[in-house]
Every structure is written in C-alpha cells, then in structure tokens.
C-alpha cells in the first residue's frame, strides 16, 4: 500500500491560522529574507566559490523552515553519489520548494532559473551575484551561453537544480516539461536524478500568504542516464524524466493522477 500524505493542515481554526501567517510568520520570513540577502550580496565580492552565499542560503531555508516547523522527511538520497556532479530535476509546487531543497541537499549547487527573475531589483542582483544561470524559456537556443556557462559548472563538478515545469503549479498536478535541462544533460553527459517534493503545495500554495503546515517529503528517484544520448536525444530524456518525478509524486499523494496525461514533446 502506498504511503500518502496526511491530509491534516493544522489543528487552529481556519482564521487564527491566517492571522499566524500575516501577523507573524509572514514578516518573519521577510525579515530573514532581507537581512540574509543583503549579508550575502554583500559576502559576494570576496566569496570566490560561492560557498558564503550558499550557506547564507542555507540558514536562510532552515530558519523559515523551523519558524513554520515544516517537518521535512528525506527519501532516497543515500542511493545517490553526492560527490558526482548531476543535474537534479524537481517538480514545483511552492515558494517553500527553495528553503527544502537548500535545506537538504547536503552539497553546493546551481540553479537553472527562468531569465525574468534576473530581471527583478534586488532578486535579479542576487541571482547573478550567487552564480545562479538564466535560461529563456521561450527558446532555448538564445541561452547557448547560459547552457554553456552551466556544462562548465557540470564538468568542475558543481551539480545544477532544476523546475523542468518552468514555474509553480497552481493546481498541484504535474505541470509539462520543458527540454532545457535534459539538453544541457545531454551535452555535459551527467546523470539526470529525478525528485518529488510532496506537501509543499498543501503548506503555502501559488498566490497565497496563508501557510498551513504539512508534513513535507522530499523523495529522490534513481539517476537516469545519458551515456550514448545526444541532442537529438533531448525528447526521450526529457519524457523519461517526466515519468518518474510522476511515478514518486502520484504513488506518494491523494491527488489523482490525470487519466489524460500522455507524453508530450519536450518544449525548448
């Protein structure tokens, strides 16, 4: 029998619940956001490898994590040699899928971000400044650079993230993928490792300030490999991955799996 999340949000009536997260933990967070933020732009002028940054990065995820008291579980990442540089593809469902991800993932990573978050004050200038890589989602061929930039990352042994769906869903479903990350496996030759976050969703939705704590998991797939695999490859890596962040997520939530779902051509 599949384990599934427990539905359970909170024991506090519905409007106290709200009143928590706008009068408390929702200024909190942006507290540790702007305080945090500014330490580590500031760290970036003399943060050679960015390894001031990213444990900025990472206190900043466990302090909001332990302020809300998210109970995160970690599944399968012992399976995983950590020491190799991959490329780790995660669905999207919340802002919280950030603090989880630096939070647990035991190593110094990248991550492949769409290029108008760089365009933001203040979050674009943190981007480039902690070596995160601006992808155009609408074409990828007009981030050659940046996937040039992330294949040297690969190769120097730094492992990149990845939201394959290119956002947050607003639904919680599997959103369609997109073929950037499983093109720029192909070109590094890395290991793709598939993850589902499972509970975020439930805990601060799409659009909302309103967190409701869950129990949140984190449950890592085995590596998909690309030896032999080229560009012309990108579609089946692409859909191969896909399918088994769906078999983690929809074996491991109450959500139905959608009867529709088919494979889809990989969007560059």
Known sequence: MNRRLDNATTRLPFWLSRLRSF????????????VLGLLSLLSSFFDRDGSIQHGFARLWSRMILG???????????????TSKAHIYAVNHLSALDIPVLYNYLPFQFRILAKKELFRYPFMGWHLRRSGQIAVDQQNIRRSIHSLSHAVKCLRAGLPIVIFPEGGRSTDGQL?????????????????VVPMAIIGTFETLPMNSFHIRPHRVRLLVGEPISTAGMNIRSTDVLTEKARSAIASLYYSNTSLPRPESAE??????
């Open 175 to 191: 959103q369609p993928f997109m073929g950037g990350a499983f093109y720029l496996a192909t070109k590094a030759q890395v290991d």
């Open 67 to 81: 302020t809300i008291g998210a109970q995160v579980q970690v599944e399968g990442l012992k399976k995983i040699d």
């Open 263 to 268: 494979p889809q051509r990989a969007r560059l």
């Open 23 to 34: 009068l408390l933990w929702d200024p909190l967070i942006w507290f540790y956001t702007i």
